[in-house]
């Protein structure tokens, strides 16, 4: 079964570092983007950014550029989120995603950052 | 920017009645990048529609999706029960690579 496992929900404090993982599986790991997605509690959903597992090729979206950081290990099929500092504005559920057919085909079950003092 | 206007906000109908949903780019998408999902309350976004008209794997054919440059449209011919949700357009553009999503249609029971 194709699949993307995310590791579980954080609560975390303002300041503080995070990384989340979303864990492929099913497939060929290394061929398909793999992007993440935002979603603030109560709204819609905004692409972040972009990686290629083949080669750590990156796109960020402005709007997320120098705020968080992509990555990949490609022995683990995981892909990796992270934030240097979080700040309040950066609770949100976050999910993973493998694109597909000029589409996120996969989606996986996503990750509740919730940052609070 | 591409921005992707979708309507109307909300959309109140009854099960079994036809449920047509509008998604406008500012301006004109690849079809190849045009896509729907659907997103149920606790759940991730599940992709319905790709390449504007082709159902993703077991999706109904009660789910069709159509048009072309500016103008898409998701068409449910009779809404089940379970298809009560909120409904979300997408667009990739290249150079650089990124994706545009609406801000989403919320079909609710009447």
């Known amino acids: 079964e194709v699949q993307l496992v995310q590791s579980g929900a954080e609560v975390k404090k303002p300041g503080e570092s995070l990384k989340i993982s979303c864990k492929g599986s099913g497939y060929s790991f290394t061929t398909y983007w793999i992007d993440w997605v935002r979603q603030m509690p109560g709204k819609g959903l905004e692409w972040m950014g972009t990686?290629?597992?083949?080669?750590?090729?990156?796109t960020y979206s402005p709007s997320f550029q120098g705020q968080v950081t992509i990555s990949v290990d490609k022995a683990l099929t995981t892909a990796y989120l992270q934030w240097s500092s979080l700040k309040a504005s950066d609770t949100a559920m976050y999910y993973c995603?493998?694109?597909?057919?000029?589409?996120?085909?996969?989606w996986g079950q996503g990750t509740m950052v919730t940052v609070s003092s | 920017e591409i921005v992707l206007t979708q309507s109307p906000g909300t959309l109140s109908l009854s099960p079994g009645e036809r449920a047509t949903l509008s998604c406008r780019a500012s301006?004109?998408?690849?079809?190849?990048?045009l896509a729907w999902y659907q997103q149920k309350p606790g759940q991730a976004p599940r992709l319905l529609i790709y390449g504007a008209s082709s159902r993703a794997t077991g999706i109904p054919d009660r789910f069709s999706g159509s048009g072309s440059g500016t103008d898409f449209t998701l068409t449910i011919s009779r809404l089940e029960p379970e298809d009560f949700a909120v409904y979300y357009c997408?667009?990739?553009?290249?150079?650089?690579?990124?994706?545009?999503f609406g801000q989403g249609t919320k079909v609710e029971i009447k």
């Open positions: 990686i290629y597992p083949g080669d750590s090729d990156i």
């Open positions: 995603v493998r694109e597909r057919l000029g589409a996120f085909d996969i």
């Open positions: 301006q004109s998408v690849s079809s190849t990048y």
């Open positions: 997408q667009q990739y553009g290249s150079s650089p690579r990124r994706w545009t």
